[in-house]
Every structure is written in structure tokens, then in C-alpha cells.
């Protein structure tokens, strides 16, 4: 595959995780994350809490994805990797101590 088809289908991957955080964050500022002209580091999809690096490909590497994510968020965001394989299913790895945060946070809200 061609460089510039690559692109295009990783900034269609970018767009569909927008919609996708868009309609469950409503109200949310959701939108991609186009590099700075600065050079400075940017999540692919830029919202509150996450910094989300959205891999697409035959076999994106999800470890170098995450290792990514980590390396550039800063402190309060979550690192999280989106990743989809062609032909399937996206799917989501972050660090499992910020999962178990998540967790923790949903059965506190789910308790009350």
C-alpha cells in the first residue's frame, strides 16, 4: 500500500474515533489532533481525559502504539491506544493500573 493511501485511511480511522467519543461525550471538545506546526506532540484524537494514539493497518503494532501514548500524555490524561486491525473490530489497550482507575470510578457512580 502506498504511503499516501496509508495516510488517508489512519485520517478516516482519526475521523470515525471523533464521531464515535462525539456522540458519547456529548458537548465534549472532541477533534483530531493535526500536528502543530511547532513540532510538539499531539494525541491522533484530541478529548478530555484521554490522549489517544488510533493505530489502522494489516497489523498495527498496538505495543508501540501504547508505548507512544504513554511517552506523550501529559500528566492527567490517560494513554490510551485505539487500534484496528483491517477487516475487524477496533479494540482499546491502555495501562491496567489506569484501567483499574476506571473501574474503581464507575463502581464508586455505579453504587450510589
Known amino acids: 500500500m502506498s504511503g499516501a493511501m496509508s495516510r488517508r485511511k489512519g485520517a478516516g480511522f482519526e475521523r ?3 464521531w464515535r467519543f ?3 461525550m ?3 471538545d472532541v477533534k483530531r489532533g493535526l500536528q502543530s506546526r511547532s513540532g510538539d506532540e499531539v494525541a491522533d484524537v484530541d478529548c478530555p481525559v484521554f490522549w ?3 493505530k489502522r493497518g494489516r497489523k498495527p503494532n498496538v505495543r508501540a502504539a501504547l508505548k507512544q501514548a504513554e511517552a506523550c500524555a501529559p500528566k492527567g490524561r490517560i494513554p490510551v491506544a485505539v487500534i484496528r486491525d483491517d477487516r ?3 479494540f482499546v489497550a491502555l495501562p491496567l493500573e489506569d484501567f483499574l482507575e476506571l473501574v474503581r470510578e464507575w463502581w464508586e ?3 450510589r
Open 16 to 18: 470515525e474515533l471523533v
Open 22 to 24: 462525539r456522540e458519547v
Open 26 to 28: 456529548p458537548g465534549a
Open 52 to 54: 489517544i494514539e488510533a
Open 88 to 90: 475487524s473490530a477496533a
Open 109 to 111: 457512580l455505579s453504587r
